[in-house]
Nanobody, 123 residues
Framework: QIQLVESGGGSVQAGGSLRLSCVLS????????MGWFRQAPGKEREMVAS???????TYGPSVQGRFTISRDSAKNTLYLQMNNLKPEDTAMYYC?????????????????WGRGTQVTVSS
């Protein structure tokens, strides 16, 4: 069983930036497709960004052009650089993984979850 541990969340003002990190342990990082999801109170969990482990990335429409997903295999770490943050980006952000090469565009595709890191954006 792998472990996913997120960090980097916090409180920022609108227009600010944060970088989230997710460390995978327990198996080879290179074997996994990775992604970021978020969930705000009273809302469904939604895909933010996905790295399909084949060189392709996918972004949710509300973050396209503002967020960037990347991975560092040497550090077993997935990143999410979030720029120009908006109050509507406020949510718990979860790291997600699944073995193989698949775009994690839906929560149902995910096999492993981190515990989440809170991001709060004030206006």
């Amino acid at each position: 069983q792998i472990q996913l541990v997120e960090s980097g969340g916090g409180s920022v003002q609108a227009g600010g930036s944060l970088r989230l990190s997710c460390v995978l342990s327990g198996y080879s990082f290179s074997a996994y497709s990775m992604g970021w999801f978020r969930q705000a109170p009273g809302k469904e969990r939604e895909m933010v960004a996905s790295d399909a482990n084949d060189g392709s990335t996918t972004y949710g429409p509300s973050v396209q052009g503002r967020f960037t997903i990347s991975r560092d295999s040497a550090k077993n770490t997935l990143y999410l650089q979030m720029n120009n943050l908006k109050p509507e980006d406020t949510a718990m952000y979860y790291c997600a993984a699944r073995p193989g090469r698949i775009s994690l565009t839906r929560a149902g595709f995910v096999s492993d979850w981190g515990r989440g890191t809170q991001v709060t954006v004030s206006s």
